[in-house]
């Protein structure tokens, strides 16, 4: 019974040698893999780390092209307000030159009647002086009522034209 007892004991400590090398063989795998595994979680660490590091950059980028746009859009404001100011006082002043036309319309068929008939004497028409806006003009001035108007227009239209500028 004790060569029994022997034997029985003999097989279980083989049995025993043989889950310990199978072990032995698992934990040296699983070491080797710890290694692998530390060094991807190293990786996933980096470039973690490094996107952050890109998404910060990016995010000041996009703050400054937000401050360029935003003055960008507060000088378009202002030249629109410039703009739609210079359209209406344009619109004024083609308005009153355009009645301005109108109004000299019935005088230029009688001045031009009259001129065929008989040529008129220079001293019975009176010349504006020229004002210092009219040296631009590139025509000489009209004489008659015909050139009161047109001077009264053209100079505001030349007065409106430098305030542009």
């Known amino acids: 019974m004790q060569w029994l007892l022997e034997i029985a004991l003999l097989i279980l400590l083989a049995a025993t040698l043989f889950h310990a090398l199978r072990l032995e063989r698992a934990l040296g795998v699983l070491k080797r893999d710890r290694a692998a595994l530390e ?8 470039s973690t780390r490094a996107a952050e590091q890109g998404i910060e950059r990016l995010r000041s980028a996009a703050e400054g092209a937000g401050r360029q746009v935003q003055r960008q859009v507060d000088m378009a404001v202002g030249l629109k307000d410039d703009l739609l100011f210079l359209t209406e006082r344009g619109e004024r002043l083609a308005d009153r030159l355009d009645q301005l036309v109108r109004s000299a319309r019935p005088l230029a068929p009688a001045a031009t009647s009259a001129a065929v008939a008989s040529p008129p ?15 631009d003009l590139p025509d000489a001035p009209l004489r008659g009522p015909a050139a009161q108007l047109r001077s009264q227009a053209e100079r505001d239209l030349l007065r409106a034209l430098r305030m542009a500028r």
């Open 121 to 135: 004497e220079p001293a019975l028409w009176p010349v504006e002086a020229a004002e210092p806006e009219e040296a």
């Open 39 to 46: 060094a991807l979680v190293d990786g996933f660490n980096s």
